[in-house]
């Protein structure tokens, strides 16, 4: 027993069967056949930060920031006629993601550096989730079927692919990832760099993040 698939017994043909994704589970969710994935509720939406430039020796740095929520569902199998018969969270239930995209319009290479991205909320600071915490999720050893191994490949595909990684942003450039954080409680109030290099200088910079309670919730 690698992972816990629990279905919910539906109550109509439209019903997804109940997901339970772990950190250290390796399973999948199934559908009865859908051509709409499910989505995880969404407690926040980001009212601001989008569009501004980053102040300093770095006004020609802009970047955009966007709040994604809880991890998207991938579809992992589908019937030949197209609708979804399972699907995985690749960044887990337990994370919310941002997009952050980096534009260099300047003329001096840009260093950034996850390493000194944090979320603050309150007094706390969070630091942005690697790859090997997604590949520890994902554990290679767990795998015992054919299926499970097209899961955890996807998945894994998924974070690899849009994970936001320490880069170097050459000017014209434009550099977007995905930051993925633990899951908090209560909505951050501030995106921090720290110490990223602008040509032969350094930075930091804090990006204030307004959220507003989604109704319904």
Same mark, same amino acid.
């Given at each position: 027993m690698i992972g816990k698939s629990s279905v919910k017994k539906p109550f109509s043909l439209a019903r997804f069967g109940l997901?339970?994704?772990?950190?250290?589970?390796?399973?999948?969710? =199934?559908t009865?056949?859908?051509? #709409?994935?499910? &989505?995880? @509720?969404? #407690?926040?939406?980001?009212?601001a930060c989008t569009g501004q430039a980053l @102040?300093?020796? @770095?006004?020609?740095?802009?970047?955009k920031l966007s709040y994604i929520g809880p991890s998207p569902a991938l579809p992992t199998a589908k019937q030949p006629w197209g609708?979804?018969?399972?699907f995985v969270y690749p960044y887990t239930e337990y994370t919310d993601l941002f997009e952050l995209e980096i534009k260099n319009d300047s003329e001096d290479p840009l260093w950034v550096n996850t390493e000194a991205i944090a979320l603050q909320q309150d007094q706390s600071q969070t630091l942005p989730l690697e790859l090997a915490f997604f590949k520890r999720a994902w554990p290679v050893g767990a795998v015992n079927d054919q299926q499970q191994l097209i899961d955890r490949s996807l998945a894994i595909a998924e974070v690899t692919r849009n994970l936001f990684y320490?880069?170097?942003?050459?000017?014209? &450039?434009? =550099?977007?990832?995905?930051? @993925?954080?633990?899951?908090?409680?209560?909505?951050?109030t501030m995106l921090r760099l720290k110490q990223w290099k602008f040509g032969e200088s350094e930075f930091s910079q804090d990006l204030c993040l307004s959220f507003q309670p989604v109704s319904g919730t």
């Open positions: 997901c339970l994704l772990g950190f250290s589970f390796l399973s999948a969710c =199934y009865l056949g859908t051509e #709409k994935l499910p &989505e995880q @509720a969404q #407690k926040w939406s980001l009212n @102040a300093g020796d @770095a006004q020609e740095i802009h970047w609708s979804v018969t399972r320490s880069h170097g942003v050459l000017p014209g &450039e434009t =550099y977007t990832g995905t930051l @993925a954080f633990p899951r908090q409680q209560l909505p951050a």
